[in-house]
């Protein structure tokens, strides 16, 4: 059986539909990206996923709850970061962990917190104060306190959100680590890298599903195609591809320029009066997963 299996959730406030028809199907140990722009939905989704919100519309599972009527079960079963963990400042990370110990009932108490320390490598800090910690070390006790109860899921909602590189990479490894263990992640992020390290990334905008797949196959299925230009005057070059019929998007990388469409012989055609010069190389390039990101996002503007 399925982790997460829901069909048709819905969610509207007001008159607004936020969260539109979605269906989800998440499998043990699979870490799921969970991607789209601000304000598509994806903690609203989550929400109705752990338990906090009551879909409109829409049937279906959670760890084998039904997310209707069973939401209670659901709220205790699964681990839940949300965009904001909330802590006590003044009381060290042990403290912390204690009382979410205390809120899950767990016997013996001591035990656990020790074993979650161990395991989040966070003994040699237990007596900091969590008020001092860096962001890195914020998120590592924040994702502690979600998984002490050792939920088979886990819901983390924008995770890493202003956490330096090194310790995302570190709060990643963790989390293969867990799904390891057979351990099934939802993750919402905006870092493209992120959602590489994922199985699978599922793509929401206003709402609605409007991609999914490995990262491999997003891009495959985008249509998009790509042009790198290096050498010469770039910026003078962009500024001129810039809404030329053909051309959808054109981005530096460092010190090359991605020209991308989604028709190859246009795209070909686009480039062909400005192939001529010298000064800068032409070649194929491989489409980013951030391409097709802009691209659905661009989508979503037209009428
Ligand atoms: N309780 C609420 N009442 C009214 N509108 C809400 C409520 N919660 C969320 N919304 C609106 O629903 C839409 C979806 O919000 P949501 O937080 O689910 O998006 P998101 O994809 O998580 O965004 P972000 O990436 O910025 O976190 C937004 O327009 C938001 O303003």
Known sequence: ????????????????TVVDNVSLSVEEGEIVGFLGPNGSGKTTTIRMLCGLLTPD????????????SEAWKIKQAVGYMTQRFSFYEDLTIAENLDFVARLYALRPRQAHVARTLDALGLTHRRDQLAGALSGGWKQRLALAACVMHQPRLLLLDEPTAGVDPKARREFWDQIHTLAGDGVTVLVSTHYMDEAERCHRIVYISSGKVIARGTVEEVVANSGLVTYVARGGDLHALQTRL???DGIEQVAPFGA???????DLGRLEAAIAPYRTDPATAWSRGETSLEDVFIQLMAGKDRP
Do not use: N, P, Q, Y
């Not at 059986?1 to 607004?16: D, H, N, P, Q, Y």
């Not at 090359?256 to 989604?262: F, N």
């Open 242 to 244: 810039e809404g030329v």
């Open 256 to 262: 090359t320029l991605h020209v991308v469409g989604s």
């Open 57 to 68: 519309a829409g049937t279906g599972t959670c760890l084998g709850h039904d997310v209707r």
């Open 1 to 16: 059986m399925s982790v997460i299996a829901v069909e048709g959730l819905t969610k509207r406030f007001g008159t607004r």
